[in-house]
Nanobody
Framework: QVQLVESGGGWVQAGGSLRLSCAAS????????VGWFRQAPGKEREFVAR????????AYADSVKGRFTISGDNAKNTVYLQMNSLKPEDTAVYYC????????????????WGQGTQVTVSS
């Protein structure tokens, strides 16, 4: 099985930056894609970005395109989410997730989830 641990969340003023990390351990060779999702209070969990693990093909939600960058480090089994030009509406708990057998185009593709890390952006 794969285990995921997120880190890097915190508080930042609007316009600032944060970098989230998602460290994977266990049977990581079975991972097809890693995604970042977020859930704000009272809202449903939504897709933010994903990366195909071997091909490094990224995809982004329209709301973060041009501001967030997803990347991966195979040697460290870690996926990063660099978040720039943060806005108050980016405030949420951010989760990383691993898709073990499917390309990760849908939330249901993801089999393993981390515990989440809080990001708070003040105006």
């Amino acid at each position: 099985q794969v285990q995921l641990v997120e880190s890097g969340g915190g508080w930042v003023q609007a316009g600032g930056s944060l970098r989230l990390s998602c460290a994977a351990s266990g049977r990581t060779f079975s991972t097809v894609a890693v995604g970042w999702f977020r859930q704000a209070p009272g809202k449903e969990r939504e897709f933010v970005a994903r990366i195909i693990w071997n091909g490094r093909i990224p995809a982004y939600a329209d709301s973060v395109k041009g501001r967030f960058t997803i990347s991966g480090d195979n040697a460290k089994n870690t996926v990063y989410l660099q978040m720039n030009s943060l806005k108050p509406e980016d405030t949420a708990v951010y989760y990383c997730a691993a898709a073990l057998g499917r390309p990760g185009g849908y939330m249901k593709d993801y089999d393993v989830w981390g515990q989440g890390t809080q990001v708070t952006v003040s105006s």
